[in-house]
């Protein structure tokens, strides 16, 4: 061997006694086969195998896993982002002809690519009233495929009645699919309650550090998971394994930071509402709507809630935002720093809402010490009331 081939060849190493507790990064784009069958006949290779880097390796297998575990599933994909992983479910499922039903509530830019992409290629689509339960029946079409929910909804936090919209979709033979990112499955294990696809923005809680994107699809079927795989091989959908390492890095602690954010989001939001800051939206608040679903399905709350600006207030949000020394002003939540972020449902909500011409403060507590965010606190909602 020359040197230019060692130099491309890396010499064999012993990894005997070598053990580390955290997941080794395999890099590739490039798998190598061991002889010539192998080769011609990589394309067979069972999908939890390897053909292509794109299709991933070890380490996304490991994720992969891991979430399946998680979700009490059988199998999982992940994606670039969370829009990603919404997309590609539909996509998977939806062919022109078809209608899809997806909750009012839902992350916005869902709705968007229900106007913009499906419909123009003939894929009906309606929204449904968050809290229609098994009213779901009578807004079913003869054409429906699939039923999107949200639980609870992007900034309203609405709690849908998952388990009485599965009964009825399982009987009508339509799938269901849910954004779980707001519980994950430590809070909420959609696949427990009949739903197809439990999907979750890893981008938040796994990640858990707002230094990354991805997103996860799992479900109980293997013929949803190769149509899922399927999608993804056909518009050349992969994450980076550095990106998978890191959620699975920050899964590590994901118990802990949510059962710690989740109480001190508890009692800020139990606190600013007899402060009377505003309505208060939160599904482990008692005055909640959709409390006592909340309660019998899930196991506990995260971290972030939403308060409905009065419209006096509205003139003195820039400053009061300004003001803040704690809290960042930022929308993507989940990660270890508290953020508010000023959102409007005006443009995304189909139906009628009462708060559709209110700003309604989304609030995300992070792991600061929690005395420090209710001053910060204090002074913000001071500075609103002027
Ligand atoms: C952030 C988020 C998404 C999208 O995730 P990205 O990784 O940012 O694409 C989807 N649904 C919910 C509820 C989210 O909060």
Redesign the pocket.
Known sequence: MRDATKSVHHPKISEEGYAALGVPTHRASTIVFPDAEAYATRSQRDLDGYSYGLHGTPTQRVLEAQLTALENGLKTVILP????A?AVVLLSCLKPGDHVLVADNA?P?VIGLCRNFLEPRGIAWSVFEPGIGAGIEDVVRDNTRLIWM?SPG?TTMEIEDVPAITAIAKRRGILTGI?N??ATPLLFKPLDHGVDFSMQ?M??YPGGHSDL???SVSVNDLELRKALRDTMRMLGFGVSPDAVQLVLRGMETMAVRLAHVGRVAGEIAAELESRGVGPVLFPALASSPGHAIWKRDFTGASGLFSVVLPAAHEARLDAALNGLRYFAIGA??GGTRSLIAPMSVKTSRQMPHPHKDRIILRVNIGVEDPSDLREDLDGFFTALAG
């Open positions: 982002s969370g829009q990603a919404i992350y830019p949200e992007s954004d990112t707001w923005a981008t938040k994107l991805m997103g993507s939540w």
